[in-house]
Nanobody, 125 residues
Framework: VQLQASGGGLVQVGASLRLSCAAS????????MAWFRQAPGKEREFVAG????????TYADFLKGRFTISRDTTKNTVYLQMNSLKPEDTAVYYC???????????????????WGQGTQVTVSS
């Protein structure tokens, strides 16, 4: 599976961005898809995840409803809609995919077999 992330950029506090992750190479049936982020000097952290079949979603607690993950099965693409952006959201955002991820490990980067190249999101105050 190849993952291509896009949509990052430089925005001001309170703005919105939508990230896209286009997948190719195989069908994503039963895959778990996720967005992680990594700020300078920090560990990679889980942001949101979605089950390809059925669309069940999971979010990091710190988001408090600001972000929404979704997928378009006709385009093999996963999205991350980010609203009310804050300076602390500044990071490189990565999409990830894996055919088998147990529920308790959804937020663990090593659970995912495939990664996109990352897209930079910078929120300026």
């Amino acid at each position: 599976v190849q993952l291509q992330a896009s949509g990052g950029g430089l925005v001001q506090v309170g703005a919105s961005l939508r990230l896209s992750c286009a997948a190719s190479g195989r069908t994503l049936n039963n895959y778990k898809m996720a967005w992680f982020r990594q700020a300078p000097g920090k560990e990679r952290e889980f942001v949101a995840g979605i089950r390809w079949n059925g669309g069940l979603t999971t979010y990091a607690d710190f988001l408090k409803g600001r972000f929404t993950i979704s997928r378009d099965t006709t385009k093999n693409t996963v999205y991350l809609q980010m609203n009310s952006l804050k300076p602390e959201d500044t990071a490189v955002y990565y999409c990830a995919a894996s055919p088998q991820v147990i529920a308790s490990q959804l937020g663990v980067p090593s659970s995912y077999a495939y990664w996109g190249q990352g897209t930079q999101v910078t929120v300026s105050s």
